[in-house]
């Protein structure tokens, strides 16, 4: 009778704690909530009658941990208020300002499975949203400079990673020396793997490469061949020009606020404007895009010195002149008060 009772008690005590554990394992993971949630960039089509503007709408917070949201756009940057989210319903409010006359958009939406779909509403009627979540490229993506020993010889060669039109990662071995072909390349949680064939004349062999790339955009690594083991070292050509810039502009129709994000392929958005290629060299900055309204196309240049993380310079158009100085956004991370 003892263990009868012994062994019903502890059945009873079992299905406690699995129904304990269900319950923990059920409630959503804080970490799948950030991953599902508002923060980062959305690229948005908003439709206006029969033409559709494309912008970009940028979530995060502030000091305070409060919410906060930016509509960027051609035209600049405009701070969003009221921003709100809460069970996937996001609302805000936009005040335009142009000139001296000002109007209010409100805007109520829904955001589910990396999309974003709403209505905005003014006194001049509705315009419906659509977005969706702004792919992150991986960090293996760039042009990577890198160098390392052979004997005496010091070589200097540049790795271009780049994803295909599937968003798989493929690379280059760009080299004065001999012909190479990149395999099986994967990238993980900073670990990147690939192998490579290379071509001498008419020599031909196998080797491999394991490396890390840091958050300073530094990749060490070893190639491993039946010639032995050489160690690499790498920098991201362009590293101080990559990331996200606050740009002030100062023309004659007085001062605005705009938005430069350098990609790691140096690629760039001006505002929500794909710029193609951006150009460093040295100090020096350079980039221009064109956009078409009918049968009409408007060109933009930029030229302008990267000093740190200043980025001063002067944006021509057909309209004149603006004087730019930027700030690189440095992002900040929090840690967590574990106890």
């Known amino acids: 009778m003892k263990n009868q009772k012994f062994d019903k008690a502890a059945l009873c005590s079992l299905m406690i704690l ?14 799948g909530f950030r991953g599902r949630g508002i923060y980062g960039d959305w690229q948005v089509k908003v439709e206006f009658g029969e033409r559709e503007m494309e912008s970009i709408l940028s979530f995060s917070r502030n000091e305070e941990g409060s919410l906060t949201g930016q509509w960027i756009s051609f035209w600049g940057v405009n701070e969003l208020k009221d921003v709100k989210f809460e069970e996937n319903k996001l609302s805000f409010v936009q005040v335009i300002q142009f000139g001296d006359n000002e109007f209010t958009q409100n805007f109520t939406g829904m955001v589910e499975d ?9 006194d001049r009627g509705e315009s419906k949203l659509e977005g969706q979540r702004s792919p992150r490229m991986p960090r293996a993506v760039g042009n990577w400079e890198l160098k390392f020993k052979m004997g005496d010889r010091e070589i200097t060669t540049t790795l271009v990673v780049k994803p295909d039109k599937e968003g798989d990662l493929t690379a280059e071995w760009q080299s004065q020396w001999g012909e ?5 390349l994967q990238y993980e949680r900073g670990k990147l793997t690939f192998k490579r064939q290379s071509k001498f004349q008419q020599r031909e062999f196998d080797s491999t490469f394991e490396g890390t790339i840091d958050r300073d955009n530094t990749l ?3 190639i491993k061949s039946e010639m032995g083991d050489v160690e690499v ?12 810039w606050d740009l002030d502009i100062e023309s004659e129709q007085g001062m605005r606020k705009q938005r430069l994000v350098v990609n790691r392929d140096m690629s760039a958005l001006y505002g929500s404007t794909l710029v193609k290629k951006i150009n460093l060299n040295g ?6 895009y064109v956009l078409t309204f009918g049968d009409r196309e408007f060109e933009t ?13 002067e944006l021509t158009t ?7 100085t930027g700030t690189k956004v440095v992002r900040r991370f929090r840690r967590r008060n574990t106890g």
């Open 233 to 244: 070292e790498g920098k991201l050509i362009g590293a101080p020009l990559i990331g996200t």
């Open 301 to 313: 240049s930029f030229q302008g010195k990267l000093n740190e993380s200043k980025l001063t310079g």
């Open 283 to 288: 100090e020096k900055v350079s980039f221009k």
């Open 114 to 122: 990396g999309k974003m779909t709403g209505v905005l509403s003014s």
């Open 180 to 184: 190479h072909k990149i395999t099986d």
């Open 18 to 31: 699995i129904v304990m554990a269900a319950q923990v394992f059920a409630q959503p993971s804080s970490r």
């Open 220 to 222: 060490t690594g070893v």
């Open 318 to 324: 057909s309209r004149g002149t603006s004087k730019v």
